[in-house]
């Protein structure tokens, strides 16, 4: 796989008229390699949810992505891969959320974080290449099933909730939520509420960023 | 099949030396029924756990059972009617839950309910059948697929959810809770605590009862 991945590299390097070595691959190279590695998750997103997360493979992928197989398999050698990456590209967008809370000198609650997770979750769930959450809500059952999406799985949310482990001990230290419990337990309830908000607006649909925060408002100390 | 149902149905009754009329079935019929009904139900827990929910057959609830196809079809026309009830008989438990609950006269917190649901939960899925939180996220997903699984999920989760809501409302006659507030809000950020705890067991494992009730104490206003 990994000669067949060169030689595709190069022709394609070739083919555009760059250079040949990949150590002086100009910058539109790079952004070249970006567009391609988009189209083909935003086509595996299509995919997965017009088929089913389950049903969908790779010859469905690539037939969607419009790209040959080769330059596929260039990017990602299996499903694994792709949904590893459509939960990297769907988290990352809440990275920067966090690290943009984290940057405020105002007194952080678990409500705020929440609150500001729950309006991207939904403008993450809005793309156009189809809702992302309903792939998620599709990788929790085959999680269950297939040990390298549990091993993604894990990771990603293990991730996600590290996230809200490090708002809990700000809110310690801001005097927001008592200093004496183990964050790891808040972090734990907090990430509760983002499955949850997700599922019930895929399976009942009457939950909104604005009911659903006026629930947090209501519940959670402040 | 509602003749073949009730042909089926007369056999057995035959068989089993009790009355050909159902309008005099005598008592110790029924409690058979309901056992036969139990043993198709846990059957397709088992297969449900070991191959999957969307991989399991009627076919294989059938072997699994030991009971006739005719028989195990007189209890169930489809898959969907055997998942509608692994669903009935697990969540009413935390029916039961519930309205031991609201019996009492103290003070309730959507705090205290949330605690007992919690343990409740992991009550039910460590049943000999197998766990049937890990069927419940395999049905989540075949939501999104099959629109009679969809409204039996939705009809099971909205039931439960109305659960919170009569918590939420006692909470706010109890002035636990702020009575501005529309209760549904509250109800339905208190439901996703139980999918964000079953799938944080599951997928990542770290989470315990004790571990999340403690998160629990120390976000929930009290």
């Given at each position: 796989m990994s000669v067949l991945y060169r030689l595709l590299k190069a022709r394609q390097l070739v083919k555009n008229g760059h250079s040949f070595y990949v150590s002086s691959v100009p910058k539109v190279t790079e952004e070249h390699r970006l567009a391609r590695r988009e189209q083909i998750v935003a086509a595996a997103r299509v995919c997965m949810n017009a088929e089913g997360f389950h049903k969908t493979t790779m010859a469905d992928v690539i037939r969607e992505s419009q790209l040959s197989a080769g330059a596929v398999y260039g990017y990602f050698k299996s499903k694994e891969e792709i949904v590893a990456a459509i939960a990297e590209d769907a988290l990352s967008t809440v990275d920067e959320l966090f690290e943009n809370l984290l940057a405020s000198d105002e007194p952080l609650t678990p409500l705020a974080a929440l609150e500001a997770t729950v309006d991207q979750v939904v403008r993450v769930a809005g793309a156009p290449a189809g809702d992302v959450t309903r792939i998620a809500v599709q990788a929790w059952a085959e999680a269950l099933r297939n040990e390298e999406i549990r091993e993604i799985a894990k990771g990603k949310y293990c991730k996600l909730r590290g996230h809200f482990l490090v708002i809990a001990r700000r809110a310690q230290a801001d005097g927001t939520?008592?200093?004496?419990?183990d964050p790891q337990h808040v972090a734990q309830v907090m990430f509760s509420m983002i499955p949850g908000f997700v599922l019930q607006r895929l399976l009942?649909?009457?939950?909104t960023p604005a009911t659903y925060k006026a629930g947090l408002r209501a519940l959670l100390r402040s």
């Open positions: 939520l008592d200093p004496d419990v009942i649909g009457d939950v």
